[in-house]
């Protein structure tokens, strides 16, 4: 990883983004199960389409997650004025109207685009941002990257201490961010995602409703030039009346995947097709799977 942090100190910015093009085209013809989950994945959320297109995509994704990673490095030395100037922001007003009802605010995302970016543009504006992030095998990567987030005045909270502290962010009115597009293994429930049941950690919904905080869904995406665009949606409704504390979790659970669906499908390339998304509901793509056709079950629409 210092090897690679070095590489963004020393290539300008154009050189440094076709640098890590290469290396993501490299990384999606020598791992082979990631590629095959990735082109697997890609079927099943878009079946019928030419498999010639699905293997565009999918090396089209692991570019561009090289890229994104790039300048997420680059967050080891870049100035929070430089950040600023990366991005483009569409519906910020949702963001700022939600923090001033002082509750905090779940600010809800996924594996999309550059998402340390995210967090440190909006820590750079201003807002007091909380990163929910889950705890790394290598103590010295999670320290550089915890690092790296303190240097942009961003809080990190692993995810198995987060209940406290979490709680502890939105009753100061502050920004709790969450990626709610995996399957770990945390408490969760099958929603629908491209169709499919996903199992989906609940955490994001019950700190929501526990704190009476808006969810605002938002994310970020780099475009064809460089630069970033930040697209913000409204906030969330509520969970109806009636429903028990467990079955709103469950139904906002559910539009919150929604909601990192429609930012997925905008850039289906900037998302992370060689994660196992749907390992748990029968319809798994893992690598080398057998519904690479797309023909795997569809559920929950």
Same mark, same amino acid.
């Given at each position: 990883m210092n090897a690679l942090i070095s590489s963004t100190r020393l290539l300008p910015r154009r050189a440094g983004l076709s640098f890590f093009s290469f290396l993501g085209g490299a990384v999606f013809r020598l791992y082979r199960r990631d590629r095959e989950r990735a082109l697997a994945n890609i079927a099943l959320a878009f079946p019928g389409?030419?498999?010639?297109?699905?293997?565009?995509?999918?090396?089209?994704?692991?570019?561009?997650?090289?890229?994104n990673a790039y300048d997420a490095l680059r967050l080891a030395h870049i100035s929070r004025e430089r950040v600023l100037e990366l991005c483009d922001v569409d519906g910020e007003e949702h963001l700022s109207e939600a923090c001033?009802?002082?509750?905090?605010?779940v600010a809800l995302t996924g594996h999309i685009g550059c998402w340390e970016l995210l967090a440190a543009y909006f820590a750079g504006k201003g807002y007091r941002v909380n990163v929910v992030y889950r705890e790394l095998r290598d103590e010295r990567l999670e320290e550089r990257l915890v690092g790296m987030r303190r240097r942009h005045g961003i809080n990190s909270i692993p995810r198995g201490a987060s209940a406290v502290s979490a709680y502890k962010a939105l009753r100061r009115g502050e920004i709790l961010a969450m990626l709610i597009d995996q399957d770990i293994d945390v408490d969760g429930v099958f929603v629908p995602f491209f169709g499919m049941n996903a199992h989906t950690p609940r955490g994001a919904a019950a700190f929501a409703l526990r704190a009476g905080a808006p969810v605002v869904p938002l994310a970020i995406h780099q475009q064809p030039g &460089?630069?970033? !665009?930040?697209?913000?949606?409204?906030p969330l409704d509520p969970p109806r009346e009636g429903l028990s504390e467990r079955e709103a979790i469950d139904d906002l659970t559910a539009?919150?995947?929604?909601?990192?669906? &429609?930012?997925? !499908?905008?850039?289906?390339?900037?998302?992370?097709?060689f994660h196992d998304r749907w390992r748990r509901s029968g319809a798994s793509a893992s690598a080398g799977g057998e519904n690479r056709s797309g023909g795997g079950e569809r559920r929950g629409r």
């Open positions: 389409t030419d498999p010639l297109v699905v293997s565009a995509m999918a090396r089209g994704s692991f570019v561009a997650v090289a890229r001033r009802g002082g509750n905090g605010v &460089g630069r970033h !665009r930040i697209t913000i949606r409204p539009r919150c995947t929604a909601a990192i669906e &429609g930012f997925v !499908r905008m850039y289906p390339q900037q998302w992370v097709w």
